[in-house]
């Protein structure tokens, strides 16, 4: 037991004291429990089982829907997706962010430390949870304000899950896997033998399950966190985190280069020889293949025996895990400065460049969106080019052109069409979400329709130079130019 | 082949000193020690147990790349050595001992980027200070293991202020790497009877005879080792699950 874990030994029992003493204060609340947000990524790798598969369709082609632009770099938090729309992310300023679907930053959480590891889980009531390098686990209200934290013995790079009962399960630097009713209250401690940087995964009988760097992979049982079985894996996993396949068999990675199939009853199905340290959590494609990524490669496992399908090898680390559109189409972050979007059969579809090594893993929104963060500072969507995006195919497709000229003097043209009709707008929006124009209003239908922008706002002054939005909207769907005005 | 330095005559240097005379150390920043006579050397450093110098002790200069022995040759009475020529690339210096309180090897691996660099490589204490294998004994007989009943290594730690890591090694008879455990502060860790080396990589291990040592790393990125371990894996049930 190692300084940081000893003081973990030391805080738990003040911590059972004060868990009894919220338990004590809530009893009698009826039963508010907020559950996992009901949204298409409400956690990391998508649900607590961890399978990182969407239902959404993928991306043909990407084009940027937005970019929001953060205090400091996206690390390895990934977004997750709040039932309000809102994606949320950690960054390096020690902030968390609630982003609004149109890509404006909707307000920012100050943790006592960077939350460079840990991403966000939603739970339905709201609640945005997340880990700090300060030791801290935090419970954040939906408006932004701390709903409690809990000071773990070392840092929080684990991601947490939210069990279908509303416990919320999180690992920390100091050796323990920690189980916390939403009110704060913990249920449970569970020590091991060192560092939980590994993100648990629920089973579908709320068995947790959780990689530690003692080399042991442990099942758990839910309501006290007791020992079901533990499997030793050879070599600690650091941030590579466990997936609950079909039948219940549990794959998990570690820094030894060993990928693992585990059975429930905890016995080895295969193993793989990656040849390369692990870092993240698999995904399952609709057919049971695993998809891992493992040095610079995303590879395709079979899960008869583990044997590898195919591989694409990027030109740098692909250090994010993946996740999988409703046609098997694979998203993975590079640091080679790319999203990249793979074909179920193992071929480069595209690679999107952003600005700086995407550690941050993609995930998939409702309506296909893609939302990744990155080095450079922002929290990306992106989506098919040139479509309207809610509610996929059955919904008007809808045209909006590039402003031209783009850079302007403050007086650019474009053009827009919806092929279905409908009643929509178009209008102009700052890079902080605030609408500044007005340009249309009324009926949009297939013919096309040219309109003219002066750089001004509603008002008729001249606005200051930078980047606006000019947004379509017909009905539910949006499509989204980027003017820039330069004075 | 081997040789002494005649008449080195070492001393140490400030760090700052010997690289504001312009002698081109451009990848270490900090001098630990260096010949007098520090021009003649492109690599040089100091060998000593238990911070006591040690002098005519053996110093090997490797090629990592290829493993072939460069050069060899011996401390003076200060502890002091100096390679008068080494390659660039990757290149390896190890000292041996027999002594039982020392370590069975202490070494330092690192990148040369060019023939002509001079580098000064950290201090090699012989001395393991208490580092120790613990357990399974030497000749010890276990059932293979397996990830549902893991083979537990541990060792004593060093005796000495600072962050030091561990890891444990297991290699077979020949002294090829068949699993090493992740490198870590603590001082024990859960072999699962799977290789994660060369031919042995993703392999469930057969009965036989192995061999295990504890590798320690300090924070200058030297390395040493404890002497080698026998142990032989016997058939047998290891493990239903728990």
Not at chain 1, 14 to 35: E, M, S
């Amino acid at each position: 037991m190692n300084a940081s874990q000893q003081e973990g030994s030391d805080m738990r029992r003040g911590v059972r004291i004060l868990a009894l003493a919220l338990a004590a204060a809530t009893l009698g609340t009826p039963d508010a429990r907020a559950q996992l947000a009901p949204s298409a990524w409400p956690m990391f790798h998508g649900a607590p089982a961890h399978t990182g598969r969407s239902a959404a369709p993928s991306l043909p082609a990407p084009a940027l829907r937005w970019s929001a632009l953060l205090g400091d770099t996206v690390f390895m938090s990934a977004p997750a997706l709040g039932a309000d729309g809102r994606i949320y992310v950690g960054a390096m300023d020690s902030s968390l962010y609630a982003v609004s679907p149109v890509g404006a930053v909707a307000w920012r959480f100050r943790a006592g430390g960077p939350l460079q590891y840990s991403s966000p889980a939603i739970a339905s009531d709201g609640t945005v949870y997340i880990g700090g390098m300060d030791s801290t686990f935090y419970a954040v209200n939906a408006g932004g304000t701390l709903k409690w934290k809990f000071r773990a013995g070392s840092t929080v790079r684990s991601s947490p899950a939210i069990a279908a009962d509303g416990t919320v399960y999180v690992g920390s630097g100091d050796g323990n896997l920690y189980a916390f009713d939403p009110n704060g209250a913990t249920k449970w401690i569970r020590p091991t033998g060192n560092n939980v940087r590994s993100s648990p995964a629920i089973g579908p009988d709320g068995t947790v399950y959780v990689g530690s760097d003692d080399g042991l992979l442990y099942a758990l049982f839910p309501a006290t966190g007791a020992v079901r079985w533990t499997f030793a894996l050879g070599n600690g996993v650091d941030l590579a985190s466990p997936t609950v396949g079909p039948d219940s068999v549990i794959y998990i990675g570690t820094t030894g280069g060993l990928f693992y199939a585990v059975r429930p009853g905890g016995t080895m199905k295969w193993v793989n020889a990656t040849g390369h340290s692990m870092y993240s959590a698999p995904a399952i494609l609709a057919g049971g293949d695993i998809v891992i990524t493992v040095g610079s490669d995303v590879r395709d496992l079979r899960p008869l025996d583990g044997k590898v399908q195919w591989k694409v090898a990027a030109s740098a680390l692909v250090r994010t895990s993946v996740a999988v559109a409703a046609d098997g189409t694979i998203y993975a972050g590079c640091d080679n400065d790319s999203l990249l979007a793979i074909n179920p059969g193992g071929t480069l579809k595209w690679a999107y460049a952003a600005g700086g090594p995407v550690r941050s893993s993609p995930i998939i929104g409702a309506d296909g969106a893609v939302y990744f963060g990155c080095y450079d500072r922002r929290l990306r969507a992106l989506q098919a080019p040139a479509t309207g995006v809610p509610g996929g195919s059955a919904r008007p497709a809808l045209a909006l052109s590039a402003p031209a000229p783009n850079p302007s003097r403050g007086g650019t043209a474009l053009t827009f069409s919806a092929p279905q009709g409908g009643e929509g707008a178009v209008e102009v929006f700052g890079v902080d979400g605030r609408r500044v124009r007005t340009l249309y209003q009324g009926r949009v239908d297939a013919l096309p329709r040219a309109i003219h922008w002066d750089g001004c706002d509603e008002s008729g002054r001249t606005l200051p130079p930078g980047i606006y939005e000019v947004r379509l909207r017909v009905g539910a769907a949006r499509l989204v130019r980027r003017a820039v005005l330069v004075r | 082949m081997r040789r002494g330095i005649p008449a080195l005559g070492m001393v140490a240097l400030a760090g700052a000193a010997l690289l504001g005379a312009g002698c081109g150390l451009q990848r270490q920043q900090q001098v630990f020690f260096a010949p007098s006579n520090v021009a003649n050397y492109v690599l040089f450093g100091q060998v000593t147990r238990a911070g006591g110098p040690i002098a005519g002790k053996s110093v090997k200069l490797y090629s990592t790349a290829s493993g072939a022995l460069l050069d060899s040759l011996l401390t003076d009475a200060t502890g002091g050595y100096g390679f008068p020529s080494a390659p660039s690339g990757e290149v390896m210096v190890k000292v041996s001992s027999d002594d039982s309180l020392d370590f069975a090897y202490v070494r330092y691996i690192f990148t040369r980027s060019s023939s002509v660099e001079r580098d000064s490589i950290p201090p090699m204490d012989l001395r393991a200070y208490g580092c120790a294998a613990i357990a399974p004994v030497s000749g010890a007989r276990v059932p293979v293991p397996s990830p549902n009943a893991p083979l537990a290594f541990s060792w004593t730690p060093m005796s000495v202020a600072g962050t030091i890591k561990y890891r444990a090694r297991l290699a077979d008879a020949a002294d090829s790497t068949v699993w090493e455990s992740t490198r870590d502060i603590g001082t024990s860790a859960l072999f699962n009877g799977i290789g994660t080396f060369g031919a042995y990589a993703g392999m469930l291990l057969g009965p036989g005879e192995y061999q295990w040592r504890v590798k320690v790393r300090f924070p200058t990125g030297v390395t040493a080792a404890t002497r080698q371990r026998p142990l032989i894996f016997t058939s047998g049930l290891a493990g239903a699950p728990r």
